[in-house]
């Protein structure tokens, strides 16, 4: 989650992280509720116009039925609602209260174990610390949460805004730092691995130069020294991808931090700091609106009713069963108002995708037009607000070559090595650079040692085929995967598309999971989010495509952060 921050005179840094105070309220109230439910839950408040502690007030139990049973959201508005004689977030998080139908509340003097178990869920680390350092988790937490008086300004901050010393923050004392570390980050030289690994240990041993009895410090503060430190050198330790920054641009040394002081208290503790994910066999599909601009418009476009929604997908409908059953005239203006007339039912189209009981076979009916291959781009263009093959494109172009490289210079594994002799000699046979465009696909497969289950090759026809192949949205090559210029894009082992050459084919495979709300299949995830974050620059603050297993997973994949970081330092002429 990006967090900023400002520096007052009397070395307080204001933190401004509206969401996290969102979440410990919803936390406070339903304590059980599960991962998946509270990110969707916080969706849907974030759609309603809910941007702070003070805003929940305004939520009716009719607004989130959708989401929560009756119950649930009686408990969360009855809680929520203004309290005489102070605001919202002071009730919540600063006096001694409960809710209307018994739910403990935050209480901001010896907290109850019921306030605890709601700290453990919002905090970062697995529940598996002593009384002490429970106790100390807890009012790290309340503080971050608490609001403060700005001593430069006067002003109470805003809800989700706190006061954190410059000293609780642990701030690393750069004078410590080798001279050779300091060289590389005072020229903005990208630091190399083993400088990089030298500075998290000092950074983590001045956080406990004070004595070894002082706890540890928390997630919670290790994710603004990460920040704090990336924001001084950021040339240096910001997250980048070809001048882009990935995620909140300081995870890869967040979880640097996490795993050092997870290696220093091991001895100490059963669990790690780190939130293990377990393997799933599950291939639920789940709705997800993670990274769209446009998920679900509240608004018919003016002049439009559902009556005219309703004649207007009629007409769509019509002109592709002529088009489909040969007519002339419908064939030779397929395209006329198509894309116009698409777009005014964008809302429509959305809410039959997002609605819990939509199928493919029905969507195939009521909007055929939708999965053209022009409609299905325009579609994902509008919800994803960015062109989708202008943007592909020119990743293929200029990040390919250097990713290519990179591993045939630094990879041991013999299928990377394998692919990267597939893709030569395919760019040799067909004399054009179209083959780096699937090759990349498997290559990033292989090295995060993922099964290729992005693209198969036609066995025999078509049907049987689509048959054999998994339900997520894939790619069937009609002849050699790299080489091949035509493809099937096959949803619920259903052919939705045929397309006529790789860029194409990529572009419409992507957007498939987005268009439809689809998450990425288990099997190929991080390959899929190396693609979503570096190749098409979409990087939410919070959140992840990736299929949801047991337990807590870090919003960017270690595996993204370390191939990233590892891309940035490629080639760089100060690393040794």
């Known amino acids: 989650m990006a967090t900023s921050h400002e520096e007052s005179d009397d070395d307080t840094v204001i933190i401004d992280d509206p969401k996290l105070p969102i979440e410990l309220a919803v936390k406070a109230i339903l304590l059980d509720i599960s991962s998946e439910k509270l990110e969707e839950f916080m969706q849907k408040l974030t759609s309603l116009g809910v941007k702070q502690v003070e805003d929940l007030e305004f939520v009716e139990s009719k607004d989130v039925l959708g989401i929560l049973t009756p119950i649930e959201a009686r408990k969360c508005t009855n809680a929520w609602q203004s309290k005489p004689g102070g605001s919202l977030s002071a009730s919540l998080f600063s006096t001694p209260s409960t809710s209307r139908q018994g739910t403990p509340i935050f209480s901001a003097s010896s907290p109850t174990q019921s306030q605890e178990d709601a700290i453990s869920l919002a905090s970062s680390q697995d529940n598996s610390f002593d009384d002490g350092q429970e106790n100390s988790r807890f009012d790290d937490l309340l503080d971050y949460m608490t609001p403060k008086q700005d001593a430069q300004t006067g002003k109470k901050s805003s809800a989700g805004m706190s006061s954190v010393k410059e000293k609780e923050i642990h701030d690393v004392n750069w004078d410590r730092i080798p001279y050779r570390i300091m060289a590389y980050l005072k020229k903005g030289e990208r630091l190399p691995s083993a400088e990089r690994k030298e500075l998290v240990r000092m950074i983590i041993d001045d956080c406990q130069s004070q004595g070894r009895a002082k706890p540890f410090p928390r997630t919670v503060k290790l994710r603004l020294i990460a920040s704090k430190v990336v924001d001084k050198f950021p040339e240096s330790l910001k997250d980048m991808c070809d001048n882009e920054t990935v995620g909140t641009g300081y995870e890869s040394l967040l979880h640097q931090l996490v795993n050092r002081v997870d290696n220093l208290t091991r001895p100490q503790q059963q669990s790690s700091l780190k939130r293990k994910v377990s393997e799933g066999n599950a291939r639920k599909i789940v709705v997800d609106s993670y990274g769209c601009v446009r998920w679900q418009p509240e608004q018919l476009p003016d002049g439009q009713t559902k009556e005219t929604q309703e004649e207007i997908r009629k007409e769509l409908k019509e002109r592709f069963v002529k088009m489909q059953n040969g007519d002339a005239a419908e ?190 299949p288990e099997q190929n995830s991080i390959s899929m989010e190396f693609v979503q974050r570096a190749f098409l620059g979409i990087n939410p603050d919070r959140g992840s495509k990736r299929t949801k297993t047991k337990g807590k997973k870090p919003a960017i994949s270690p595996a993204v952060l370390r191939l990233t970081t590892a891309l940035a330092s490629f080639e760089n002429e100060w690393v040794i």
């Open 331 to 520: 064939s030779q203006n397929k395209d006329t108002g198509v894309s116009h007339k698409m777009l005014l039912c964008y809302a429509t189209i959305r809410k039959e995708i997002n609605s819990p009981g939509s199928t493919l076979p029905e969507l195939l009916s009521s909007w055929p037009y939708l999965f053209n291959q022009i409609y299905f781009m325009e579609h994902f263009n509008h919800l994803m607000d960015f062109d989708l093959m202008d943007k592909m494109r020119g990743s293929i172009e200029t990040k390919v070559p250097k990713l290519i490289k990179y591993m045939e210079e630094t990879s041991n594994l013999d299928s990377v090595k394998d692919t990267i002799s597939k893709i030569n000699e395919a760019i040799e046979k067909v004399e054009a650079n179209t083959p780096r465009i699937i090759g990349s696909l498997l290559l990033l497969s292989d090295y995060f040692k993922e099964k290729h289950g992005i693209v198969f090759p036609v066995e025999k026809d078509i049907e049987t085929t689509c048959a054999g192949v998994p339900a997520y949205p894939c790619l069937l090559a009609h002849g050699n995967p790299v080489t091949a210029t035509i493809f099937s894009l096959v949803i619920e082992n259903t052919c939705i598309a045929e397309l006529n050459n790789p860029l194409s084919a990529v572009c419409s495979w992507f957007a498939s999971y987005y268009n439809m709300n689809l998450k990425y």
